[in-house]
T-cell receptor, first 112, second 114 residues
Framework: EPEVTQTPSHQVTQMGQEVILRCVPI?????FYWYRQILGQKVEFLVS????????KSEIFDDQFSVERPDGSNFTLKIRSTKLEDSAMYFC??????????FGDGTRLSIL | ELKVEQNPLFLSMQEGKNYTIYCNYS?????LYWYRQDPGKSLESLFV?????AVKQEGRLMASLDTKARLSTLHITAAVHDLSATYFC??????????????FGGGTRLMVKP
């Protein structure tokens, strides 16, 4: 069964550094998403992306965050200057229309 | 702002018992999803409920949606240990557009004891 793949599985970064999280969505999906889950808390929406542009974003997704689809397969989330509170599990998801969003295994981001 | 509330937040139950998890949400929506998450793992899609009165069943789990009451339930029948996980409901508040944000409930951590 096709799946969403994310790399790396774990990223450790110094505070203030830039980090890029990578995702390969399911190939025939058109909608792409990033969510985060702080340890022990609920999953929070960050951003959705369709037709090469952001379709929705949450308050969490401030100027420090950006997304890009640099080629036909990858979908990236960049955090320009990481803060301690950015430590979380980041999930990429993709979907076709109103079908369920399929989630990757996540990248655990640890900010030191 | 859409609020999605699940209860209970934690559920410890014996194998063989039945129980229901509730998901209430605060705005009009007819798209609701249930996901399962094992510790340290990703979210696995369980059910997609797309209309009022929708009922879906898979094994020992059954999900339903009442859009008028803004309530979804996840019913567990004759629980087994393998069902131990955290269950999230998620609501898509947008009626006509696809591919929009999901708002998740706080999750119900289910522990099934032998």
């Amino acid at each position: 069964e096709p799946e969403v793949t994310q790399t790396p599985s774990h990223q450790v970064t110094q505070m203030g550094q830039e980090v890029i999280l990578r995702c390969v969505p399911i190939s025939n999906h058109l909608y792409f998403y990033w969510y985060r889950q702080i340890l022990g808390q609920k999953v929070e929406f960050l951003v959705s992306f369709y037709n090469n542009e952001i379709s929705e974003k949450s308050e969490i997704f401030d100027d420090q965050f950006s997304v890009e689809r640099p080629d036909g397969s990858n979908f990236t989330l960049k955090i320009r200057s990481t803060k301690l509170e950015d430590s979380a599990m980041y999930f990429c998801a993709s979907s076709v229309s109103a079908q369920p969003q399929h989630f990757g295994d996540g990248t655990r981001l640890s900010i030191l | 702002e859409l609020k999605v509330e699940q209860n209970p937040l934690f559920l410890s139950m014996q194998e063989g018992k039945n129980y229901t998890i509730y998901c209430n949400y605060s705005t009009t929506s007819d798209r609701l999803y249930w996901y399962r998450q094992d510790p340290g793992k990703s979210l696995e899609s369980l059910f997609v409920l797309l209309s009022n009165g929708a009922v879906k069943q898979e094994g020992r789990l059954m999900a339903s949606l009442d859009t008028k009451a803004r309530l979804s339930t996840l019913h567990i029948t004759a629980a087994v240990h393998d069902l131990s996980a955290t269950y999230f409901c998620a609501v898509d508040p947008t009626r006509y557009n696809a591919g929009n944000m999901l708002t998740f409930g706080g999750g119900t951590r289910l522990m099934v004891k032998p």
